[in-house]
């Protein structure tokens, strides 16, 4: 781990302006806080591998829809079946089955299906029980919508009950944090 912090801490200049969030994604920043700070390191080392993954565009957010709504149940219910969560334990993103990497996959989907990469949105949060949790929410006209390796159904970021503790901005490189 402390050779990741190591390489993140070196290649952050090239990513992100901002301080690192070097700390495991269960370590809380500082909550109540909103502003820009640069994204988890286990995703800027997957960005600077998968750099067509990590690309913003479009509209920051897309039309609710049943349409829409039929896209997201649809790949949320086909990567959570296809997919066995095991937990990498080093917060590497898409390089294992763990939450992180179902987000990812949600979102490459999603866009392959024509919903806008900026409206798509990385997030890390804290469950219930204190643990760290990687979703993707989908910014639309009626509010956020969270996919999510923990559950079947799509909920309104509001009734997930976590705690967000950081966002991707329509710019997927940059990140809000709470």
């Known amino acids: 781990m402390r050779l990741l912090v190591l390489i993140g801490t070196v290649l952050l200049g090239a990513l992100a302006a901002g301080p690192t969030w070097a700390a495991p994604m269960d370590a809380a920043p500082e909550l109540g806080k ?25 509209a920051q957010q897309v039309r609710h829809s049943g349409q829409l709504l039929g896209k997201l149940k649809r790949v949320n219910s ?19 089955s ?29 469950n219930s029980k204190g643990q760290g949790h990687a979703v993707l929410i989908v910014k639309t ?28 901005t329509s710019n997927p490189r940059t990140w809000s944090k709470f």
């Open 141 to 168: 006209d009626r509010g956020e919508m969270v996919l999510d390796s923990a559950r079947k159904t799509i909920l309104p970021r509001q009734e997930t009950g976590y705690t967000f503790l950081a966002v991707a």
């Open 78 to 96: 086909s990567v959570n079946s296809s997919m066995r969560f095991k937990s990498d334990k080093t917060d590497i993103w898409g390089k294992g």
């Open 34 to 58: 909103v502003g820009k700070r640069a994204a988890p390191l286990g995703y800027q080392l997957y960005c600077l591998k998968n750099k067509e993954q990590c690309k913003g565009g479009g």
């Open 98 to 126: 763990d939450c992180e990497d179902y987000a990812l996959a949600k979102r490459k989907l999603l866009i392959r299906e024509g919903v806008s990469p900026s409206a798509l949105r990385m997030a890390v949060v804290r």
